[in-house]
């Protein structure tokens, strides 16, 4: 069983193109789709961590989520900032495709791994906002909750955990105290794009490896985790 993962998906919800933010976001989910199908095993798992559509409510959110469910392998999303269709998780829950899963605040596991995770939030400088402060420390509970949940379902299965936004930087540890008290391995995230993906921190920092694994960072294919050959290439267009 090989894990891919892969952020920021925007896909349209009918009506947003992505050209808009450069030409090469010109047919990003087909280039995307056609590695997928090339690549992913019915056994496989992609994790998805956050800002898979541009629509604002759950219905509009169908034909995205359909898309996505179409594509071989078990799906494992994540919220993020942009994900406005994402209401009451038992609601998002219920219109999801098979073989796809959302978390928030909890766990799943998966041939023998836990996936665990929460959005994350903007790391606050000394000059941060009241609101963004409070919003920073929230994300950290919830992160916690769900890594709480996953050492629940086993003390000793190895732990991805999926953030959208970075958990750290180089100045700034951010999440990474919380990722390292529950043992986890690896964490994927995204939200970078541009020339923000040059700062993105990447592999071991502590006791956890980092991937930053926003679509547009890897020519729009997949990022291997384990059971493959990893993807090295990391582009940063504006």
């Known amino acids: 069983m090989a894990v891919y993962a892969i952020a920021d998906l925007h896909l349209p919800a009918g009506n947003k193109p992505m050209d808009i933010f450069g030409d090469h976001w010109i047919g990003h989910f087909e280039r995307i789709r056609a590695d997928w199908l090339d690549r992913v095993k019915p056994e496989d798992v992609v994790l998805l961590p956050g800002d898979l559509s541009w629509a604002m409510r759950l219905e509009e959110a169908g034909e995205d989520l359909r898309g ?3 594509l071989p392998g ?6 993020g900032n942009h994900d406005y269709w994402w209401s009451s998780i038992g609601r998002v829950r219920r219109a999801l495709p098979e073989g796809m899963y959302a978390l928030q605040n909890d766990a799943l596991m998966l041939g023998g791994r836990l996936y665990a995770g929460s959005r994350g939030w903007t790391l606050p400088g000394p000059d941060a906002a009241e609101e963004d ?3 920073y420390n929230r994300e950290r ?3 916690e909750m769900s890594l709480q949940h996953a050492r629940r379902l086993s003390q000793d299965a190895p732990i991805t955990a999926m953030m959208h936004f970075p958990p750290l930087t180089d100045e700034e540890t951010g999440f990474s105290d919380i990722l390292e008290k529950y043992g986890v391995s ?3 995230y995204g939200h970078l794009h541009g020339p923000a993906i040059y700062g993105a921190v990447r592999g071991v920092r502590g ?3 980092y991937h930053q694994v926003s679509c547009d960072s890897l020519d729009f294919r997949l990022y291997t985790l384990y059971g493959d050959q990893p993807i090295e290439k990391m582009t940063g267009e504006a």
């Open 186 to 188: 690896d964490c994927v």
């Open 68 to 70: 996505i469910g179409a």
């Open 133 to 135: 402060v409070k919003i």
């Open 207 to 209: 006791a956890v490896r």
């Open 141 to 143: 509970m919830r992160l």
């Open 74 to 79: 078990t799906k494992v999303l994540l919220r």
